[in-house]
DNA sequence: AAAAACGCTTAAGGTAGTTTAATTTTTTAC
DNA sequence: GTAAAAAATTAAACTACCTTAAGCGTTTTT
């Protein structure tokens, strides 16, 4: 049960100012159109062919994004967690139906923003939108980063990586997760890290 | 030769006018930020190591992104062309050696604008740097289907998808260069349309 | 016009990762 | 604390795609 919110707001405040700078009265505008949510472990945030409604800064909690293929297989695109963001950004932009599904892997504490209460935000702050311009631009540098790697790289170095770039969230995850990040059975997981 | 620039500025703001509005006086002050490049077919935009000055509207031209990973294979990001962008993100915002080599499939004809230009046409247009927001959104959209489609599909069903996306590219490229694109060599592209 | 470079094809042998299925270990739920 | 469910392991057969190598046609360079 959050207890302080202002804990939470100096967070999120935190994390909007390691980007764009913002002034007291330019946060209070910004916060009041987040709301507070709690979600328990193995809830789902976003279920498959629902519109996604919110974009959420995640306070606490750690949750797996997913995308079930046409034959049923289950693919990682990613793994959101603290002082980051969750949402299906395609359908919460385009308002469609999602292809994607969002659970959380921890109990987790959100501050979500609606599209409407978005849109209405960059019309009256500036660093607001640029605070979005530039977390777009980095998603795509890391998704061509990843893309590349992918071609270039076997199941092997990508764990590599991972584990390099989230050590974090080696305990954090089952092998069987991790191994649906990297696009290889969790059979072939276990082989894996077995022979190393 | 570029003969009528305001051909290539009415090109560009219908561009701009497809994501925001702009009115004379705004465009005014963006076109001139932008400088007019012209580039003959297999002359480098960028070299590896170098770094990325420039981001570049496609007036007319076609392009190849590609990675040359540490086994010497290349790798191929997509192939910009007229009406889009071209240039390695990532290295002109961190200015940082780029990992990327870039190439004209095609003569082409640039609009050029360096980071300084864009940074301060951010600060004094907000429809412009919606513009770019808008932009970055939609980039990491569709690295983001790339990527789930390239865990989920094999060679002969991105080959369709690719066919299906760029049906105008067809003919503008080699097997080879498809091939690369698509994550797979030559010879079993080769194979792989034969059989069909 | 000749030489060189490049792109495409074909084929044989090789490998990274999959599939299936059975067994064991760990986690979850009441 | 125990039953049930889920995760991890192991192994054998299989497949999508790679590597190498050689030959041929076309384009580019000189």
Redesign the interface.
Known sequence: MPQNTSTYHQQFRKHLERVVLIDDEAFEEIIQCFSIKEISKKDYLLRPFQVCRYESYIIKGLFQTT?I???G?Q?T?HFPHEDWWVGD??SF?KEQESNMEIFAVEDALLLQISKSAMYQL?DIS?AF??F??IM??N???A??????K????NAESKLLEFQKKYPSLKNRLSQKQIASYL?VTPEYFSQMVKKK
Chains 1, 2 share one sequence.
């Open positions: 995308m293929d046409d034959e297989r693919h695109l950004f395609k932009r960059f500036p939108e640029r979005f311009r777009a631009e998603a795509a540098m998704l061509q980063d990843r893309l590349l992918n071609y270039s790289h696009g």
